[in-house]
């Protein structure tokens, strides 16, 4: 029996050829291509099994060619990008794209795919693209990469959603998103959930979306007799009854179910798709593209830039209205700069403009670190323990960052995959 082929397109040479041994390995022939051209010259020539395709290439857009192209007998395709924007993401699940990968590449999820590849499994059937997502989702800080694949495949799928999320962290904004870029047209609601809600403004909501969509913004809230209340409709509903999509608090619903305030029913109906949103002080490394996203959105007309020191403030403080804050912060800042064509320090709230420039981050630092050492300094402490205890608790932080995948921390950080994985497995040890 003939190998199964893969065509390679990417144009960093190393990483094609890296990806290629690998795929080797697994059994596959490969063909390279460092261009959307020479992938359409192999695509018109011969036939693959599997297809690994950068976004960023050098004449063109990596998923217009999958978009575009006639497909006899569809590859199974895998994506990969070195930005993790969300309209990428959502694009490719669109179109029948399983796998999406961030680089560096973890080669130990490429290796599921060529199996996949060897196995010629059917191909996905292709949709229509996604229309383009909210500003706030620009960026890719390492917190954000699994919210980008929750919300692609929520986005791909037809079952309930929870947005989960502190407030202003965005909620609304993608359950608004999902429910635009869903396969499932027809009508949309949204209730706003709380102690007020009646029950016939419910059974409207309910009824009045059946087929489409409603979305319940804090559901959370909903007194336990019309959580009850919406069980019974949608179950009288039943194959007309409305996707539900709906936000929460970042605790989630589990907490609520535990503290008895949620209906377990409920809950496990609507807990099958969860979309979990980082506050922005886990994002600091976006707060430029976004707090430039939404100076373009709420100025049309000046085309204000902003100052190099304000970006500085920006990143040291803690956001603790989120997104919105940060919103609020550059409406104010416009108002304040009365249509000049930069915005400075003397532009944004005193509460901003009084954060020390170089001082903020490391003085919390600090306090939190003199904190730590009162806790664990005893009268016969060594140093090199409070090191390793000190290391492998950063270490746990900045795994978490990266989605749990010591492949991708060890890239971004330049250490020895199999040091990393030592020093992890040392700091589980220690705890």
């Known amino acids: 029996m003939a190998a199964s082929k893969l065509l390679i397109v990417e144009d960093h040479h190393a990483l094609a050829v890296a990806i290629a041994a690998a795929a080797e390995r697994s059994g ?79 080669f130990d999820e490429l290796q599921s795919f060529f199996e996949l590849v060897a196995a010629a499994a059917e191909p996905d059937q292709p949709a229509e693209s996604a229309p383009s997502p909210p500003s706030p989702f620009v960026g890719a800080a390492p917190s954000m990469r699994p919210v980008f694949r929750q919300i692609s495949h929520a986005c791909a799928s037809d079952q309930p959603v929870v947005v989960c999320g502190a407030t202003g962290t965005g909620r609304t904004q993608v359950a608004t998103l999902i429910r635009q870029s869903a396969n499932r047209g027809g009508p949309f609601r949204v209730l706003h959930a709380s102690a007020q809600v009646t ?17 319940i913004e804090s559901v959370a809230a ?18 007309s009854a409305p996707r539900l999509i709906v936000t929460t608090g970042e605790e989630g619903l589990l907490e609520h179910v535990n503290e008895g305030s949620f209906e377990q029913e409920l809950y496990y109906r609507l807990q099958i798709l969860e979309v979990s949103l980082p506050p922005l002080k886990e994002r600091i490394d976006d707060i430029p593209a976004i707090a430039a996203c939404f100076l373009g959105e709420l100025d049309s007309t000046t085309h204000s830039r902003i100052d190099p020191e304000v970006f500085d403030i920006f990143t040291r403080y803690d956001w603790p209205g989120n997104l919105r804050e940060l919103r609020n912060v550059i409406n104010f800042a416009l108002v304040t700069s009365a249509g000049s064509s930069r915005i400075g320090i ?13 001082h903020a981050k ?48 060890a890239a971004a950080l330049s250490i020895n995959r199999s040091t990393l994985r030592k020093k992890l497995k040392q700091a589980v040890t220690d705890d």
């Open 362 to 409: 490391d003085d919390a630092l600090s306090h939190a670190l003199d904190c730590w050492v009162d806790r664990n300094l005893g009268p016969e402490t060594e140093y090199k323990e409070l090191s390793a205890e000190l290391e492998g608790l950063l270490l746990r932080l900045l795994l978490r960052r990266f989605d749990g995948k010591p492949s991708h921390l």
């Open 199 to 215: 029950e016939n403004e419910l059974r409207d909501a309910v009824t009045g979306s059946r087929g489409g969509h409603l979305i």
């Open 346 to 358: 003397e532009h944004i709230p005193d509460h901003l403009s009084g954060i020390p420039a170089h």
């Open 28 to 106: 596959l022939e490969t063909r390279l291509a460092p261009s959307l051209a020479r992938a359409r010259e192999l695509l018109q020539a011969e036939r693959f099994n599997g297809l690994v395709l950068d976004i960023g290439l050098p004449d063109g857009h990596g998923l217009d060619l999958v978009e575009n192209w006639q497909w006899p007998d569809k590859p199974e395709i895998a994506v990969i990008t070195a930005h993790g924007e969300i309209e990428n993401a959502i694009k490719a699940r669109k179109i029948g794209i399983a796998r999406f990968l961030d680089k560096p590449v973890d």
């Open 222 to 239: 909903l007194p336990h007799e019309l959580q009850a209340q919406l069980i019974h409709t949608l179950d009288t509903e039943t194959e």
